[in-house]
């Protein structure tokens, strides 16, 4: 029996060998195809030494591996001649949920990804976007689409090519959501081009106290509109029984105009730190993701009470949307407490203007919200739409992002819902001069570098250590004087000290405290989250002296 299953195993594979009529040197080239080697080795089949019932069962073993290895080399070679199975782009529409199996396609190819579709990075609605039709659009929003790597895992699912009478509408052929996307300043360090995410590399940073509108940084989530100013406008949704505006540019301008200086800070600022102690999700951001202007407009306040609105003694938001979209006409949207829009005290902006010049198309133009003390996150950019609502925006970037955790939770236990969504931001600063890796001269040191702190707390004192921690030296504090609850802009400060004799390197380190007294996190590991937000532990440079 036992002769009977090892001849049907073997069979097909020897079978295969007959046919090639091969020789023993070209039977070793054919069973050992996948070695690496360049002197391939073939398995004996003479074994001199062994008693004959060994003898049998070593041949037996070596002719099942070699039928084994023949017979796959055989279905390989069958499969490569075999013609792709042809689709029409109604067939492939047709499967568009898991219940018919999730189909999309690329160019002329056809791919079955149901089994992927949980595994996406991007989370699995992002996937199901394009279930039954083309991935172009979607995947023209994210330049990692392009890399090798994804489209060798998205080979994996190919099940055929669509019909040569089916092709690709030219505008799905040409179509670039970034194409338009304005001019950047070559300075700008790049964290992702699809969409357009850069910062000013430090030492430019804190060169003057209000950042140059070319080298302000950028935060898109999606591609920047081009957008008519004399055809824009402003929908200002109105309390029930009252008709909602229409405000053109013009007509925002009929609004007292109010000037205020604002530091804008993304919540991801200084990620990398936290990506070097644990992976995280997000862009790499180093120090850069913050920058000062003056900021000028209407002050929301007005507008809403224009439109209407009023406090009210439930909890209310306003909620904004902007004139950037995906593909599928999804605007990027976000909301703040109706109790901070209406204070004249919190300065929310309807703005039109920064440092002096209409907004530039990176920053919103026409028109965007600046919130003052909160997570740049709110201040939606190319607005189109307000109201107020008894909830928060139910915006992804509201209700499924923008949130910190537990060190502990990750992306198997998340809850979003269990966390409320960021406004204001802790106490910050970060070095800005001398960079990490810097050769500085013995004899002084100059090190620079900006403070701030969220919901219009002042920065009262930043501390800076030349040996990490372990002693202390307070540093000047530059520029504007700050007023009590209405700090909305940074501090820029500097230290000069004494390199102690003998240093061989400075491990240079900041930390600021607020009028509140909070001070930073000595370390990143308490803070960690699985998005990468609010780190804003100690800042530490490294720099070797120069002998």
């Known amino acids: 029996m036992l002769l009977l299953l090892l001849h049907r195993a073997v069979a097909p594979g020897l079978r295969q060998a007959c046919r090639l009529k091969s020789t023993h040197s070209r039977l070793c080239i054919q069973a050992c195809s996948t070695n690496d080697s360049s002197q391939h080795q073939c398995p004996s089949l003479a074994f001199s030494t062994e008693n004959s019932s060994t003898r049998g069962w070593r041949v037996m073993g070596t002719l099942l591996g070699l039928g084994a290895v023949l017979a796959y080399h055989d279905h390989r070679c069958r499969a490569a001649q075999k013609s792709p199975h042809i689709y029409t782009r109604e067939e492939v529409k047709s499967h568009s949920s ?176 936290m990506s070097q102690l644990k992976e995280v999700r997000g862009l790499e951001w180093r ?56 204070d004249p005290e919190a300065e929310v902006l309807l703005a039109y203007e920064m440092n002096g010049q209409p907004l530039p198309r990176d920053h919103g133009f026409p028109v965007r919200v600046v919130v003052p003390g909160v997570v740049g996150a709110r201040h939606v950019k190319w607005l189109g739409k307000v109201s107020v609502e008894p909830e928060e925006s139910h915006s992804h970037w509201q209700r499924r992002d ?12 998340v809850d979003f819902d269990s966390s409320p969504s960021i406004q204001e931001l802790p106490v910050q600063s970060a070095i800005t001069e001398p960079k990490e890796g810097e050769m500085v001269e013995a004899g002084e040191v100059t090190v620079k ?32 004087e700050q007023r009590p609850r209405k700090a909305w802009a940074w501090r820029l400060w500097q230290l000069q000290a004494p390199v102690p004799p003998g240093k061989k390197e400075l491990n240079i380190v900041c930390k600021a405290v607020d009028d509140s007294y909070n001070v930073q996190p000595d370390t990143v590991g308490p803070i960690w989250n699985l998005r990468g937000v609010l780190s804003n532990a100690w800042h530490r440079v490294h720099v070797r002296v120069a002998s």
Not at 406 to 412: F, L, Q, R
């Open 402 to 413: 923008y949130k910190g955790f537990c060190p502990s939770v990750d992306w198997d236990s």
């Open 98 to 273: 898991p219940e018919t199996r999730i189909w999309v396609t690329l160019g002329s190819e056809v791919f079955d990804v149901t089994d992927f579709v949980d595994l996406h990075p991007g989370g699995p609605s992002k996937l199901m976007l394009a279930a039954g039709g083309p991935l172009e659009p979607f995947w023209a929003l994210y330049a990692v689409h392009s890399q090798s790597h994804v489209r060798e895992i998205l080979a994996q699912y190919k099940i055929g090519e669509l019909s040569p009478e089916d092709k690709l509408p030219p505008t799905l052929k040409t179509s670039d959501p970034y194409a338009n996307d304005p001019v950047r300043h070559p300075a700008l360090k790049v964290n992702s081009q699809r969409p357009f995410n850069a910062e000013p590399p430090p030492e430019l940073l804190t060169e003057t106290y209000i950042t140059p509108n070319p080298i302000f940084f950028t935060r898109n989530h999606l591609p920047v509109p081009n957008l008519d100013p004399d055809t824009y406008r402003l929908h200002i949704v109105g309390p029930p029984g009252r008709k909602p505006l229409s405000l053109s540019l013009d007509d925002l301008h009929q609004f007292p105009k109010h000037e205020i200086t604002v530091t804008l800070q993304c919540a991801g600022n200084r990620r990398s730190e």
């Open 287 to 342: 120090t850069g993701a913050i920058s000062t202007a003056r900021w000028a407009g209407a002050r929301l306040c007005d507008v809403l009470a224009k439109a209407g609105h009023q406090l009210r003694a439930t909890e209310a938001h306003v909620c904004f949307e902007g004139l950037d979209s995906d593909p599928t006409g999804t605007a990027y949207g976000a909301s703040i407490p109706l109790a901070r829009a209406m």
């Open 449 to 480: 570098g900006y403070a701030w702190s969220g919901g219009g707390r002042a920065v009262i004192r930043v501390d800076v250590s030349l040996d990490g921690g372990l002693t202390w030296q307070v540093a000047e504090l530059d520029r504007e």
